[in-house]
């Protein structure tokens, strides 16, 4: 199973928007909706902020949202802040058949 | 407090053996599928394995399969990782992980395996 495609990095001013996308195939992304996403800060562990393709666990702020459209899966941050520059991942876990990560993408706040 | 904490990495020489520990706790430990879950140095996230909550069914990556063995101890609360025949492409932090779905809402700190000579 190949690493889901991520771009290497995005980056926005503060306030601004920014969407790191998450592209699999038909037989896993375009198939399942149990695409979560990660933000992994520098030497820290993973922190869940979206699971099941758009749902928010508590405590994550509403700015983090999540989407599909066919093979490929989104995470978009709105009203970027400071405090998001981190790296993101997005998951594909079917407790079956997938077990895969994104190549990651590195948030940069200009 | 749901708490999910590895021990046992260190360095190796390749070839070697090591067993990593993953002590659960906050959480009923036996209902859930359990994760390991690395990461090389300045690179993402890999999936190595899993164990569902009645210990016998485990899947492996392809990099790690007939290597690594999974294994639970649900009286112990405890989730292992047994790795044979270590590879310097093995150095990696690893995690254990879980959920209550399809997703992984719980993270150890994670042990370093750094695989030299």
């Known amino acids: 199973q190949s690493a889901l495609t991520q771009p290497r990095s995005v980056s926005g001013s503060p306030g601004q928007s920014v969407t790191i996308s998450c592209t699999g195939t038909s037989s896993d992304v375009g198939t399942y909706n149990y695409v979560s996403w990660y933000q992994q800060n520098s030497g820290k562990a993973p922190k869940l902020m979206i699971y099941d393709v758009t749902q928010r666990p508590s405590g994550v702020p509403d700015r983090f949202s999540g989407s599909k459209s066919g093979n490929t899966a989104s995470l978009t941050i709105s009203g970027l802040q400071a405090e998001d520059e981190a790296d993101y991942y997005c998951c594909l876990n079917t407790d079956s058949y997938f077990y895969v990560f994104g190549t990651g993408t590195t948030v940069t706040v200009l | 407090e749901v708490q999910l904490v590895e021990s046992g990495g260190g360095l190796v020489q390749p070839g070697g053996s090591l067993r990593l520990s993953c002590a659960a706790s906050?959480?009923?430990?036996?209902?859930?599928?359990m994760h390991w879950v690395r990461q090389a140095p300045g690179e993402g996230l890999v999936w190595v394995s899993r164990?569902?909550?009645?210990?016998?069914?485990?899947r492996y990556a392809d990099s790690v399969k007939g290597r690594f063995t999974i294994s639970r101890d649900n009286a112990k609360n405890t989730l292992y990782l047994q790795m044979e025949s270590l590879r310097a492409e093995d150095t990696a932090v690893y995690y254990c992980?879980?959920?209550?779905?399809?997703?992984?809402?719980?993270w150890g700190q994670g042990t370093l395996v750094t695989v030299s000579s």
């Open positions: 992980a879980t959920g209550e779905g399809n997703y992984y809402d719980r």
């Open positions: 906050g959480f009923t430990f036996s209902r859930l599928w």
């Open positions: 164990i569902i909550s009645d210990y016998n069914t485990a």
